[in-house]
């Protein structure tokens, strides 16, 4: 599968959209985690977001209808918006 370079800003705001619709959690508690995965595992806030999004777009089949991860990968990086549900940056 073609992987996407996304810019670092844009790919954490994805990032945050997935764990976001995921786990049902806040903003704040998404970027949390994601920050924390990074520190844990000594890769940068960038490639770590990356990462995530690689596999959640592999494995995207796998996930509930209900989820909204499909939609963070669509269409937060084309928004004004940080994120993929309308938060104001």
Do not use: N, Q
């Not at 998404?30 to 995530?52: M, N, P, Q, Y």
């Not at 494995?59 to 309308?86: N, Q, V």
């Amino acid at each position: 599968m073609t992987s996407t370079t996304y810019p670092t800003r844009t790919a954490v705001d994805i990032a945050v959209g997935v764990l976001i619709a995921h786990r049902g959690c806040s903003e704040d508690a998404a970027f949390d985690e994601l920050a924390a995965v990074s520190r844990e595992r000594k890769v940068g806030l960038g490639r770590t977001a990356r990462a995530l999004i690689s596999f959640v777009r592999e494995h995207h089949d796998a996930l509930p209808d209900s989820d909204l991860t499909a939609a963070a990968l669509r269409w937060s990086h084309s928004t004004p918006y940080r994120g993929a549900f309308g938060t104001a940056a």
